[in-house]
């Protein structure tokens, strides 16, 4: 069980939660996450961790309704529990210190990125923070992340904040010498359509990439092996080899494949949630 | 008087058309007239050489003799002795391996029904009020990875002897393989539930939710939280692939996965439990071990119009339990003996479709001691499938060696620990079942539990001395 201490809606579909975890804050860092279960008979999820408060003994997560369990998630209030919260599971993200790192938040993937550009800022290194959305509404936690991060660049496809335009297109200004300047390292946290571009965007450009894969797991300690991405030609479990990899290595043909596994049960079990919902309101 | 009968007592089971669709238990077990009927057939030898065979010892004579005798309590408590898990052992141990092939009836005759009568009287017992017997007169606080097999009997032992133990259990829910793995038809979860309830009225703290090695490391166990000992007991978790193309194809999973979206998430109660698994007309499962049949019989009872076995042995060489085999051969699924998966093939949406396979004939032992088999060339076929699952066997998870210093594996990954007292090569760190010898039985892990515990209790006491 962890409680709730503090709830925010960020857009109509993400929701950020602080939770009372201490352990999990005590040993986590940043690229790791936390499987969640929010009922008896409930799946188990895995959510990106995306802060922690170690003093506090808080978490930071955002969790945005795509599916049952996230809906349920988001119908969760301030002073109520979360029935099962487990981590920190997988690998953080490693960087080789003293660079220029530039961070890419797609849609609710932005709040990976707060305790990521702490720590990296902490030691020193150069930061940047690319978010983007679709339009200003869907932007997420840029004013969490001007104080942590050196820059801190907004994207929207229709240009209604900041740069208009896709992220990979801002980071290719950048690493053509524009703004803050070409990236050391890049991290890519967000829909997989916005990693395997970014992947695309670095590759030629030689600019090393980590990609936050997020594949369907049921345990997330490495015991079923649904998880399993192919990176470099080989089978790695996401849940113990990652979730972070060299973006030009894995193969997101097979990741975005093997994501679509159960989209009709998906479906069916969020519709069957929403109309509930929408039972209990009549 | 033994009373002379060839055969053993059936086990009374539920008719295989109508089980092979639900998930509730095969076996109805004994009456308590079968239980006595059964129980005079041992013939209660000089030299009982069953006891040689069983893992853990049981005086196996006396029991019997008790339940020959009607006095079930007595039965129950010579049981117990020896075996803490007696209605989950009797229920999943290999006895025509173990004590059952031993049995002086088996020279001649079929062997006494012991595995049917440790269940019998394991069962009754559960049907009466709990004995619990457990002081906490220990301050030593001892922690407990794991709350599989020899987890759970390591921690039972231990609450008797007088500690407090708590047991981290990663997972949400307590159990480890008996949960996730054996389904519902087998092991029933009342069977573990209840098992688990015993341990909490002694006093056992059961934490979920925490990934030692990850939520905290073992040293923090030591340093932070106060514990005197550690036992680890983490099993084999992590499942093997073959390697061979195709495995990422959609509809190929590991048995692992399989049971556990089925056994631990409920995914036969799709939508009503959340987490839902595909299964398709056609399923085949990939080995010959218990994981196999028990993932070939869930696939009958979640729909599958067919189900195979392909292994790459022959039947001999299966390493199953032979009345699982039996059970499954009931309740329709199809063997492919001498039979290797070579490739998955799938249709433009990445959906298994067929397995290719060739034939094998067997040649001269190998490093297993089984025959090795060998590829007959030009004998490739193709049967067609819509799921693959392997169940080829599961390695020990490296979560907590590889953020453990000093904690010695061998090249298998399973940890270095002494053989009679479960000590590895940190001071007061024990390990057993799995984790240490690789997927084996749960009657070997709770062995190892129980011997782990008493050396556990010698060596805080020499230290206290």
């Known amino acids: 069980m962890a409680r709730i201490l503090e709830t925010r809606r960020l857009t109509p579909v993400t929701k950020y939660f602080r939770i009372e975890a201490p352990l999990i804050a005590a040993a986590a860092r940043p690229g790791q996450f936390v499987m969640l279960r929010v ?57 080789p210190p003293g660079g220029h790192v530039c961070g890419i938040g797609g849609g609710f993937g932005s709040a990976a990125l707060l305790c990521l550009m702490r720590e990296l800022s902490a030691r020193g290194d150069r930061t940047t923070a690319i978010l983007g959305a679709r339009t200003k509404e869907l932007l997420i936690l840029a004013d969490e992340l001007r104080p942590l991060c050196r820059n801190v660049e907004v994207c929207t496809d229709d240009g209604s904040a900041g740069f208009k335009g896709f992220v990979t297109q801002r980071l290719a200004q950048l690493i053509a010498g524009d703004g803050p300047g070409r990236p050391d390292h890049v991290v890519a946290i967000g829909p997989m359509a916005m990693m395997r571009a970014v992947a695309d965007a670095t590759r030629e450009a030689k600019v090393k990439t980590l990609v936050s894969m997020d594949p369907l797991m049921v345990d997330g300690t490495g015991m079923c092996g649904g998880c399993r991405v192919t990176v470099g030609g080989k089978a790695r479990f996401a849940c113990v080899d990652g979730p972070c990899f060299d973006a030009h290595e894995v193969d997101f043909d097979v990741a975005m494949r093997r994501n679509k596994q159960y989209v009709r049960e998906e479906k069916q079990a969020f519709e069957r949630v929403a109309c509930m919902a929408a039972r209990e309101s009549r | 008087m033994p009373v002379k009968r060839a055969e053993k007592t059936p086990m009374p089971v539920r008719d295989a058309h109508e089980r092979a669709h639900d998930f509730r238990e095969v076996n109805r077990g004994y009456t308590v007239f079968h239980a006595v009927f059964e129980a005079e057939r041992c013939l209660r030898c000089q030299e009982p050489v069953c006891v040689d065979g069983c893992p853990v010892q049981i ?103 007088g500690y407090p133990v708590t047991i981290y259990e990663a997972l949400h829910a307590p159990g480890g393989v008996l949960r996730y793995g054996i389904p519902e038809f087998r092991l029933p979860k009342a069977v573990l539930d209840w098992e688990i309830g015993l341990l909490k009225a002694m006093g056992v703290e059961i934490v979920c939710n925490v990934i030692i090695g990850k939520t905290l490391t073992l040293d923090e166990l030591f340093e932070k939280h106060g514990y005197s000992a550690v036992f680890i007991g983490t099993g084999a978790g992590l499942p093997q692939f073959l390697g061979i193309p195709g495995e990422n194809l959609n509809g190929v999973m590991s048995a692992n996965e399989f049971l556990t979206r089925i056994n631990l998430m409920r995914a036969y109660e799709f939508p009503e439990a959340d987490t839902p698994v595909r299964v398709g007309k056609r399923v085949a499962v990939i080995g010959a071990g218990n994981t196999a049949m028990d993932a070939v019989r869930t696939s009958l009872r979640m729909g599958a119009e067919e189900a195979m076995i392909v292994y790459r042995r022959s039947e001999k060489e299966m390493g199953a339990r032979i009345e699982e085999y039996h059970h499954a051969l009931e309740e329709g699924v199809k063997f492919h003996w001498l039979t290797n998966p070579l490739e998955i093939l799938g249709n433009a949406e990445g959906w298994a479709t067929g397995l290719k396979c060739q034939r094998m004939q067997l040649g001269p032992k190998d490093a297993s001691g089984r025959a090795r088999p060998i590829p007959i060339e030009g004998s490739e076929l193709e049967l067609p499938v819509d799921n693959v699952v392997l169940a080829i066997g599961t390695t020990p998870n490296p979560l907590l060696t590889r953020t453990t210093s000093g904690l010695l594996t061998n090249q298998k990954g399973c940890l270095v620990a002494d053989e009679q007292t479960g000590l590895t090569s940190k001071s007061l760190v024990f390990a057993g079942g799995d984790a240490v010898t690789g997927a084996a039985t749960v009657i070997l892990a709770a062995g190892a539990g129980k011997r782990a515990a008493q050396a556990m209790h010698e060596a805080l006491a020499a230290r206290v001395s």
Not at chain 1, 44 to 49: A, D, K, L
Not at chain 1, 52 to 80: F, H, N
Not at chain 2, 100 to 123: Q, W
């Open chain 1, 39 to 95: 009922r008896e008979g409930g799946e188990r999820i895995p959510i990106t961790i995306a802060d922690y408060d170690r003093a506090a003994g808080t978490l930071t997560i955002v969790v945005q309704e795509v599916g049952a369990t996230t809906r349920r998630v988001c119908a969760l209030e301030a002073g109520e529990e979360i029935l099962d919260v487990a981590g920190p599971l997988g690998g953080h993200i490693e960087i």
């Open chain 2, 59 to 161: 005086p196996i004579p006396e029991f019997i003799h008790a339940v020959a005798i009607g006095d079930m309590a007595a039965a129950a408590k010579i049981l117990r002795s020896a075996n803490p898990l007696p209605a989950i052992c009797g229920r999943v141990c290999p006895q025509e391996s173990q004590c059952e092939a031993e049995c002086s009836m088996t020279k001649n005759f079929d062997p006494v029904g012991i595995g049917h009568l440790e269940r019998y009287v394991a069962d009754w017992e559960r049907t009466q009020p709990p004995a619990v017997q457990a002081k906490l007169t220990r301050a030593e606080k001892i922690a407990v990875i794991g709350s599989g097999p020899s987890g759970l009997v390591c921690a039972g032992e231990l609450a008797r002897l």
